[in-house]
């Protein structure tokens, strides 16, 4: 027999009756029953009730023990009476009597319990993170991430990729967000970086002839945090395959992910149908490029309604370049109660508000209601009206402006006006690839730089280049699930020639390119295959297949919102010692 244990806590049934057994695990909870004493102890497998009477040799030892204490017990499995059975546990017909008990590891008083699931402050729980992962509903979402990632390796096998691991420690790479630099102390004053992604080295597997990678890959951003987005590192499903165009990655990746979600999903549906919408089309009628389709509502352009009409607001702002006005329909939501709650939602968000006319039927008529209808007319707005196709009891809400200032907030307006009239699907998974991206874009300075990935393939080629910068569309994708961007990939641009006119149009000279890519750029001298691939998410998909809000509930030590690890205390201050033997002196901010 084990020394520990001959049983976990979640292995006996009724077919031990009788039979002297060994558990180790922790005091889950202590009930004292007219002087009989319940101990639940639990494992990572389980729990199982043991107990003591005053006639057990080791009941003086079960007296002391408290919540958390390591124990091992030893003792005889008894079936349990038929009226206390508890069908909820495996364990749940039988109970162990305690022969002898040992402490093996005392526990302070608990910063935050571990029995039940008590909300307790984030900052406490990461502190103590190693007893916050004790309790049930984060363990058991660990355990789901960990069936998750070997569901895809075995998935992605199955699939005819082949697992290869990429540096950890190498040259920094533009991929959209700062680097961790890692100061050298062999080569004084260089620096290595932690791999944003594993871009490069990836093609250059492609290069090599290997067909089709993949890879677990942990990838480290110095990013602001969000509630879907850890502010450190992250880790991705990383792939590569070679002689391949978009659709053929689409073709590769959907059951993937299909598969993956229909596993794990918990019986919510997973639509197979994944549309592809352009960049262009997904920002007009969703706001965003990462539309939550599980809302039906589609925005529209309604500009013509109003030039030179009645709404002086809307008719002015349309005399200026670039600007819009564009309507959400809501139906079902013709009330002045939730068209004012909107507005209140709107003003939340930093906007003026948003303006909105609300049907109603007057003498068996449809009219609009509110301030924009009085201004512009019952002919306007049954031309509205009729666009939206939209009835009596619907609504419809405006924003105008340049559609950069307010997409984000009619996006967000989108979807609360989904689930507050209760449009939005439930119970189910939607997906959609977001195609055509724009491949530059303008900085705050005037300038040109890329606007998603800059190793993408752009659509046309070389020629393609040669016009206005900011009309050029990649070949790159991304995926959209619920809301969330859970893929994001390209075609690789593998042509020499044409990736150095594609940088130097984003600022880069060909030096520039030599220096900071040259690895690449000589493998793509001596025949590089067309080539295409993506990342997922694995954070994201995780937390969005255990119906979490925050990305934090599915990572095992995750940083809080100032990316600190408070249980290891990081980021520290090195020593002296350090910094003497990196050539490096620390500066204090003034």
């Keep these: 027999m084990n020394a520990y244990r001959s049983h976990t806590c979640a292995d006996l049934n009724t077919s031990h009756v009788g039979q002297s057994v060994r558990l180790s695990g922790w005091v889950h909870r202590v009930r004292d029953h007219g002087g009989i004493l319940f101990v639940d102890l639990r494992d990572h497998y389980g729990i199982t009730q043991v107990l003591a009477d005053p006639d057990s040799p080791a009941f003086k030892d079960v007296e002391k023990v408290r919540a958390e204490w390591v124990i091992r017990i030893e003792g005889e499995v008894k079936a349990r009476d038929a009226s206390l059975v508890n069908p909820k546990l495996p364990t749940g017909e039988i109970e162990v009597y305690i022969r002898a008990l040992d402490v093996l590891g005392p526990a302070d008083e608990l910063p935050l319990p571990v029995f039940g699931e008590t909300e307790y402050p984030e900052e406490t729980r990461l502190t103590y993170r190693f007893l916050d992962l004790r309790r049930e509903g984060l363990h058991d979402k660990m355990i789901l991430r960990s069936n998750v990632v070997r569901s895809i390796r075995n998935r992605m096998w ?275 690839w977001i195609v055509d991206f724009p491949m530059y874009e303008k900085t705050d300075e005037g300038g040109i730089d890329f606007s998603h990935n800059p190793f993408s393939m752009p659509q046309g080629g070389l020629e393609a280049l040669s016009g206005d910068p900011l009309s050029v569309k990649g070949y790159q994708y991304d995926l959209a699930c619920n809301g969330y961007e859970i893929i994001s990939g390209a075609i690789r641009n593998h042509r020499p020639e044409i990736m150095f006119k594609a940088f130097e149009i984003a600022g880069y000279p060909k030096s520039e390119v030599e220096k900071r890519f040259g690895g690449m750029v000589k493998a793509f001298r001596y025949g590089a295959p067309p080539h295409g691939g993506c990342a997922a998410g694995i954070d994201r998909i995780v937390m969005l297949l255990a119906d979490e809000m925050n990305i934090r509930e599915v990572i095992m030590f995750p940083m809080n919102q100032r990316a600190e690890d408070l249980l290891m205390g990081a980021p520290s201050e090195p020593t002296n010692t350090q910094l003497r033997e990196l050539g490096l002196r620390v500066v204090p901010r003034e």
């Design 158 to 432: 199955d699939a005819g990729f082949n697992e290869f691991q990429t540096p950890i420690i190498t040259a920094s790479s533009p991929e959209g967000a700062r680097d961790f630099l890692v100061p050298s102390r062999l080569h004084p004053g260089k620096f290595y970086a932690l791999p944003q992604a594993p871009q490069q080295f990836k093609q250059l597997i492609m290069v090599a002839g290997f067909d089709r990678y993949f890879q677990i890959a942990p990838c480290f951003r110095d990013e602001d945090p969000r509630a879907d987005r850890s502010p450190t590192d992250f880790y991705q499903l990383d792939l590569e395959m070679s002689f391949v165009e978009q659709e053929d990655v689409f073709a590769t990746v959907q059951p993937v992910l299909q598969g993956l979600f229909e596993e794990f999903g918990q019986g919510k549906t997973v639509h197979a149908d994944w549309p592809r919408i352009p960049f262009a089309e997904a920002m007009l009628k969703y706001g965003s490029d990462k539309p939550d389709l599980r809302n039906p509502i589609e925005m529209q352009v309604v500009s013509d309604h109003f030039r030179g009409g009645g709404f002086g607001l809307f008719a002015k702002l349309l005399e200026q370049d670039g600007t819009q006005i564009r309507a959400i329909p809501a139906p079902t939501g013709g009330s002045r109660a939730f068209c004012d709650r909107m507005n209140a939602f709107a003003q939340a968000q930093g906007l003026p508000g948003m303006g909105y006319i609300f049907w109603r039927e007057e003498n068996g008529e449809t009219t609009g209601a509110g301030p924009i209808a009085k201004n512009i007319g019952p002919e306007r707005t049954e031309a509205i009206r009729a666009q939206l196709g939209l009835k009596a009891g619907d609504a419809a809400f405006f924003l105008a402006g340049k559609p950069e200032t307010f997409e984000s907030v009619a996006a967000k307006a989108r979807n609360e006006i989904g689930r507050e009239l209760g449009l939005t699907e439930e119970n189910c998974f939607r997906f959609a």
